[in-house]
């Protein structure tokens, strides 16, 4: 069963740090781009991070580069999204997404496969 489980969202202050994952099972990982997306209420959803299916190429969105970082570990069927100097326009739901392509990501939500979210609350 094609699963996509994303862990690690909560509450944190302005300036903290989180670890998001996402757990994929059921489709061919090694073969896939994952994305991190997320949407703020009464907002689109939008792209954040993405990485190729051998983590040779990721891309961010301007909001968040230089603070947050994607990597994978194919053995183990995870995407990681490390966000540090977090800000409250970083609240979200974020959603991880699976794209079975080799060689790039996308940042459009051109996605297949999406997991059910995880909520990232950045308040004092």
């Known amino acids: 069963q094609l699963q996509l489980v994303e862990s690690g969202g909560g509450l944190v202050q302005p300036g903290g740090s989180l670890r998001l994952s996402c757990a994929a099972s059921?489709?061919?990982?090694?073969?896939?781009?994952i994305g991190w997306f997320r949407q703020a209420p009464g907002k689109e959803r939008e792209g954040v991070s993405c990485i190729s299916s051998n983590g040779g190429k990721t891309n961010y969105a301007d909001s968040v580069k230089g603070r947050f970082t994607i990597s994978r570990d194919n053995a183990k069927n995870t995407v990681t999204l490390e966000m540090n100097s977090l800000k409250p326009e970083d609240t979200a739901v974020y959603y991880c997404?699976?794209?079975?392509?080799?060689?790039?990501?996308?940042?459009?939500?051109?996605?297949?496969?999406w997991g059910q979210g995880t909520q990232v609350t950045v308040s004092s």
């Open positions: 997404a699976a794209l079975v392509v080799q060689g790039l990501c996308v940042m459009s939500p051109l996605y297949t496969y």
């Open positions: 059921g489709f061919t990982f090694d073969y896939s781009a």
